[in-house]
């Protein structure tokens, strides 16, 4: 199984700051990979896919970047909504598998 | 609009098989792969399977002699049976679009329905 190991995996911010979230791949993934936000009691939402397209109807101040092994979730400007639990995904290979998450919390 | 709906028991007793429906509403099941994700409380993200509505199927190897899945496409749903469940099956579970405009990254979730494995 391909190992998605993201940093940090707590994270605490204030309103209009800019965050980095990374995830690292066990082994090299292409540019298959997935960003996910999750709030608690919802499924998760589809943010980012093929590493850097933004999903219909995501707003602009989230941005990802990165191939082979490492990958990075962007927000610009951090909006009240945004706080919440992130997860990388991975789709090069089967299984298909999920970094462990990292929660974003108000400062 | 495309929307995913589990549905189930809620409770099933040690050793027993758990078993999960999908109803898709809004677009043909027939279009993509259908996947089942499980998430236990405070946990992340597992992959359990997914199905293709020839019936091809890729299951994860952590759980692949325990699961079947299933595709009725006249009925536009689809299935999960999860057989010998433990306490460590007790998750919420996701019914999940692969969306091949997405490149194959999961772009509609079913709202989730939680299963507790318990006598």
């Known amino acids: 199984d391909i190992q998605l190991t993201q940093s940090p995996s707590f994270l605490s911010a204030s309103v209009g700051d800019r965050v980095t979230i990374t995830c690292r791949a066990g082994?090299?993934?292409?540019?298959?990979l997935a960003w996910y936000q999750q709030k608690p009691g919802k499924a998760p939402r589809l943010l980012i896919y093929?590493?850097?397209t933004l999903q219909s109807g995501v707003p602009s101040r989230f941005s990802g970047s990165g191939s082979g092994t490492e990958f990075t979730l962007t927000i610009s400007s951090l909006q009240p909504e945004d706080f919440a639990t992130y997860y990388c995904?991975?789709?090069?290979?089967?299984?298909?598998?999920f970094g462990q998450g990292t929660k974003l919390e108000i400062k | 609009q495309v929307q995913l709906q589990e549905s189930g028991p809620g409770l099933v007793k040690p050793s027993e098989t758990l078993s999960l429906t999908c109803s898709v509403s809004?677009?043909?099941?027939?279009?993509?792969?259908w996947n089942w994700i499980r998430q236990p409380a405070g946990k992340g993200l597992e992959w359990i399977g997914r199905?293709?509505?020839?019936?091809?199927?890729n299951y994860n190897p952590s759980l692949k002699s325990r699961v079947t899945m299933s595709i009725d496409a006249p009925k536009n749903q689809f299935s999960l049976k999860l057989t010998s469940v433990t306490a460590t099956d007790t998750a919420v579970y996701y019914c999940?679009?692969?969306?091949?405009?997405?490149?194959?990254?999961?772009?509609?979730w079913g709202q989730g329905t939680v299963v507790t494995v318990s006598s």
């Open positions: 093929a590493a850097s």
């Open positions: 809004g677009d043909s099941i027939s279009r993509y792969y």
């Open positions: 995904q991975q789709l090069h290979r089967y299984p298909v598998t």
């Open positions: 082994q090299g993934i292409s540019s298959y």
């Open positions: 999940v679009r692969e969306g091949p405009i997405v490149d194959d990254a999961f772009d509609v």
């Open positions: 199905i293709y509505v020839s019936g091809s199927t």
